[in-house]
């Protein structure tokens, strides 16, 4: 455990591959409570229970708001927000596999606003293999179908971008800003964006409806905290890369919960996406520490 905490690299890849795998217990509660709570409804509450679990951890860690940096923050908690509430949609309407590996490209914009806003370099390398998973996200939406599906799953992608954006945000203000802040921020930001959009179809939630609530709330900002300290321990890139342990963990809960079985497209959707993420992974390995904007 002491070599663990002593090596920043090692630390950064248990923290990310823990968030994956608690992550995915909420992905599991969140596609439960989809079958009779609305989505947006479910991010109000997550970011409630958040919130009052975030204020009473910086009061016990004696943790203050910071005077300065608050744009950055605001703009992570947008960044957030708007990732949450796509996410969570997508995953009440399609199956939680193919949720999952979508919300998941967000390395290529991870990589390219790395490079716009965090001068990491991205070697041409990694430009010829891009395609190779956009490809695999196209088997995965489906487009050619027209349907519903192929909607919700390009909102699945629309999560990846604000994802992105939110871990760039978050891999700016650790230099500066204690890990609670940055997420207190996303969970009064995500609680504000929510209510109006909850506020016509709200649903008055049962004893059982309750319990999952709650335990969403306590689950993901357990994950978010592994999250964000991976973040400040590593690379985002590559800390988006071994988040991507995190597809495994959902594919069995899809199919032990729900008996949700890939189809040939989602298959090979789910192969080329991760193959060219492993391809980026190793052509990453040099990469250098990133320089922040001031």
Same mark, same amino acid.
């Given at each position: ?10 630390? &950064? ?19 439960? #409570? ?14 409630? *229970? &958040? #919130? ?57 914009? $991870? ?12 070697? =041409?390398?990694?430009?010829? *293999?891009?395609?190779? @998973? ?5 088997? #995965? ?6 349907? $519903? ?15 992105? &954006? ?25 609680? @504000?964006?929510? *209510? ?8 008055? =939630? ?69 193959? &060219? ?18």
């Amino acid at each position: 455990m002491n070599f663990i905490k002593n090596h920043a690299a090692i630390s &950064g890849i248990v923290y990310a591959m823990s968030s994956s795998l608690i992550f995915s217990i909420m992905n599991a509660f969140v596609k439960a #409570t989809a079958a009779s709570i609305p989505s947006n409804e479910i991010v109000f509450f997550r970011s409630v *229970i &958040g #919130t009052v679990i975030i204020l009473y951890l910086m009061k016990k860690d004696k943790v203050k708001f910071s005077k300065s940096g608050i744009p950055m923050l605001a703009l992570r908690g947008c960044c957030g927000a708007l990732y949450m509430i796509f996410y969570f949609y997508t995953i009440a309407n399609i199956p939680l596999l193919d949720a999952i590996v979508l919300i998941n490209t967000s390395l290529i914009f $991870t990589m390219l606003l790395s490079r716009l806003f965090l001068k990491e370099k991205i070697q =041409p390398k990694v430009y010829l *293999i891009m395609p190779i @998973v956009i490809v695999g996200a196209l088997f #995965t939406i489906k487009p050619f179908g027209y349907s $519903t599906y192929s909607v919700v799953a390009l909102l699945g992608i629309v999560a990846a971008v604000f994802s992105a &954006g939110a871990g760039i945000c978050i891999r700016f203000l650790s230099r500066k800003h204690h890990a609670y802040e940055i997420i207190f921020y996303f969970m009064v930001t995500a609680t @504000v964006v929510s *209510i109006p959009l909850m506020w016509n179809e709200f649903v008055s =939630p049962n004893a059982m409806e309750w319990f999952y609530l709650i335990c969403i709330g306590v689950v993901s900002l357990m994950a978010q905290i592994f999250l964000t300290k991976a973040f400040t321990h590593e690379n985002a890139v590559v800390v988006e890369i071994v988040r991507y342990i995190g597809i495994a963990f959902n594919a069995f809960w899809g199919f032990a919960f729900w008996m949700e079985i890939p189809d040939v497209f989602s298959i090979i959707g789910t192969i080329l996406i991760v193959a &060219g993420c492993v391809a980026m992974t190793k052509v990453k390995k040099g990469i250098n520490k990133p320089k922040l904007m001031e």
